[in-house]
């Protein structure tokens, strides 16, 4: 299967540690978008890449978090000073873009972030 | 998001029945996008609209898209116990790709 991944599945993290989270987009694809999902909520765009470039950042949540596609292909976001908000699944996507006007997301299973 | 409403929030059908959920926006959509997520996992792709008019099926999964392009709905005909999950629709509204999601519907099939 070479659909989206996310590594890990599962975090448990106290407050205050850093936490990092890796997403393997489809490989043909240029774009790699990051979501928190909270309970019975839909996803909350936080960033997204369009190869190597992070086009938009401004969505994410505080200066604790940032994210890094360094080499055009995986992602990481990481999340610093955890903090018990924080606590939620973090959702990667990724499309095949270009200027068509349709980008169809495809979406790895998450991560579910737990803070004690 | 306030700028996408999902109804209903949630819904219990039996098995073998129809069903619909709607997706409504306050603006134009330039696209719209069905997914389904099964609890606790990442969302799956259903259908894509981006005509106004605009009508796709899948199996025994309909879309459509109003002519307004504000109005979306999902029908279920002859709902099965695989069809439960939570659906969700995300809007592209400023033709620049960040989906605007609706809270989703709730989905439980009683066999």
């Known amino acids: 299967d070479t659909g989206v991944s996310q590594n890990p599945r599962h975090k448990i993290t106290k407050r205050g540690q850093n936490v990092t989270f890796r997403c393997d987009p489809i490989?043909?694809?240029?774009?790699l978008y990051w979501y928190r999902q909270t309970l019975g909520q839909g996803p909350e765009f936080l960033t997204y890449?369009?190869?190597?470039?992070?086009?938009?950042k401004s969505r994410l949540l505080s200066d604790r978090f940032s994210a890094e596609r360094p080499k055009g292909s995986f992602s990481t976001l990481e999340i610093q000073r955890t903090e018990q908000g924080d606590s939620a699944m973090y959702l990667c996507a990724s499309s095949l873009t270009w200027t068509s006007g349709t980008d169809t997301q495809y979406f790895g299973p998450g991560t579910r972030l737990t803070v004690l | 998001s306030q700028e996408l409403e999902q109804s209903p929030q949630s819904l219990i059908v039996q098995e073998g029945k129809n069903l619909t959920i709607n997706c409504t926006s306050s603006k134009t959509l330039y696209g719209l996008y069905w997914y389904k997520q099964k609890y606790g996992e990442g969302l799956i792709f259903l259908m894509m609209?981006?005509?106004g008019g605009e009508e796709k099926s899948h199996e025994k999964i309909t879309a459509k898209l109003d002519e307004k392009k504000q109005q979306s709905s999902l029908h279920i005909t002859a709902s099965q116990p695989s069809h439960a999950g939570i659906y969700l629709c995300?809007?592209?509204?400023?033709?620049?790709?960040?989906?605007?999601w609706g809270a989703g519907t709730k989905l439980i099939i009683k066999p």
């Open positions: 609209l981006q005509k």
């Open positions: 995300g809007a592209d509204m400023d033709s620049n790709y960040q989906l605007i």
């Open positions: 490989s043909e694809h240029n774009r």
């Open positions: 890449f369009q190869n190597e470039a992070q086009l938009e």
